[in-house]
């Protein structure tokens, strides 16, 4: 059973046909690499995913579950966690308070009281995902005050701390220098191979190449090419796409 599927999933909004009939799944323990040129749909594909917008028409299985009509928070609560294209940190909260409270939300369902002094289940979850992502030096600074790589790592931190059993990401190495991409393509192949399923929107083709174990295209909200991520990579509908665009 594919961890998520997408069947026939049409987005639009009025005139504009944001997503237009795009089928693709995410096999367990797959890292699934998304690219396309600006406009081409990516974000509106996960939105739709995540409930963020509503489907005009298709299906979306989750581990077999049809979750077309799910709400968000619902969504959550059942391990489908994505980070956004722009950073959403609360800047006046500590990079920690800003993962606990991640944590706390989206993981209250797997809480449970234990004695004073103890510590919760989501510090726990809190504290292994800062770790995780290299963050415990700066667990106590706010987030305004670190570079942007870091700060996107403490999103992924974020979706890491809810025990996501999938993470989409839109564009994580996005306004990065190459040796913060390479730090977090570094985490995102460590997370993967640790057995986490994902779907990574991104249009730096080469690190999509090296992260992912199968590509998706699309254009103009439609599915151009999907497989294999090289020979997907050099097909020459795909190559037409790019030309051109920002990758
Ligand atoms: N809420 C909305 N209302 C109207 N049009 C929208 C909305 N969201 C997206 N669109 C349009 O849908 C199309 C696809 O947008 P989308 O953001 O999914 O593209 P993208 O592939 O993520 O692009 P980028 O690479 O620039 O992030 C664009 O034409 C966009 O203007
Ligand atoms: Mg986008």
Not at 11 to 31: I, M, N, R
Not at 41 to 46: E, F, P, R
Not at 103 to 108: C, H, L, N, V
Not at 159 to 180: F, I, K
Request: proline content about 4%.
């Amino acid at each position: 059973m594919s961890r998520l599927e997408l069947q026939d999933v049409r987005v639009h909004f009025g005139g504009v046909k944001a997503v237009d009939g795009v089928s693709f799944a995410v096999e367990p323990g797959q890292l699934v690499g998304m690219v396309g040129p600006n406009g081409s749909g990516k974000s509106t594909t996960v939105n739709a995913v995540t409930r963020t917008a509503d489907l005009t028409s298709g299906r979306i299985t989750f581990d077999g579950e049809d979750v077309s009509t799910v709400r968000p928070h619902v969504l959550r609560r059942k391990g489908l966690v994505r980070t956004f294209q722009g950073i959403r940190l609360i800047p006046e909260l500590s990079v920690r308070d800003n993962v606990r409270l991640a944590a706390e939300q989206d993981g209250s369902r797997r809480r449970w009281r234990v004695g004073r002094g103890e510590k919760l289940p989501s510090d726990t979850a809190c504290d292994a995902a800062l770790e995780r992502l290299d963050l415990l030096d700066v667990r106590d600074e706010a987030p305004s005050a670190l570079p942007y790589g870091t700060q996107r790592r403490v999103e992924i931190a974020r979706a890491l701390a809810t025990g996501p059993r999938l993470l989409l990401l839109d564009e994580p190495v996005a306004g990065m220098n190459r040796a913060e991409r390479e730090e977090i393509a570094a985490v995102l192949t460590d997370l993967n191979s640790d057995g986490l399923s994902m779907l990574v929107i991104e249009h730096d083709l080469r690190l999509l190449l090296a992260l992912s174990d199968h590509l998706v295209v699309l254009n103009f909200g439609r599915l151009l090419a999907q497989g294999e991520p090289a020979a997907t990579a050099a097909l020459p509908e795909v190559r037409q796409a790019y030309l051109g665009s920002a990758a």
